[in-house]
């Protein structure tokens, strides 16, 4: 019986201690350029951006802020801002 615990001990120990898998962590994706272009309206913006790579092949999705968040989680390269008044600048 005493031999029969020990081997459980030992087997027990063996998987206890067996190494863990490396876990890489997620890197961020490149850099994008944004442009911004007026339209006649004085209020209509829209904004067009470069497609961001990412380095471990996930999907990237890009989201908007203006003082509030206007859009997130998309994944297209092109916004148009319609709700800025004539008195908007940027900072």
Request: charge should be positive; glycine fraction near 4%; proline fraction near 4%.
């Amino acid at each position: 019986m005493k031999k029969l615990l020990l081997l459980f001990a030992g087997i027990t120990l063996f998987y206890a201690c067996k190494s863990k898998e490396t876990v890489t962590p997620n890197r961020p994706p490149s850099a994008f350029m944004v442009t911004q272009t007026l339209k006649s309206d004085g209020k209509t913006i829209v904004l067009n951006w470069t497609k961001a790579k990412d380095p471990d092949g996930d999907a990237v999705t890009y989201a908007v802020v203006l003082k509030d968040t206007l859009v997130k989680n998309i994944s297209d390269t092109t916004y148009t801002i319609t709700t800025l008044d004539f008195n908007y600048s940027q900072a």
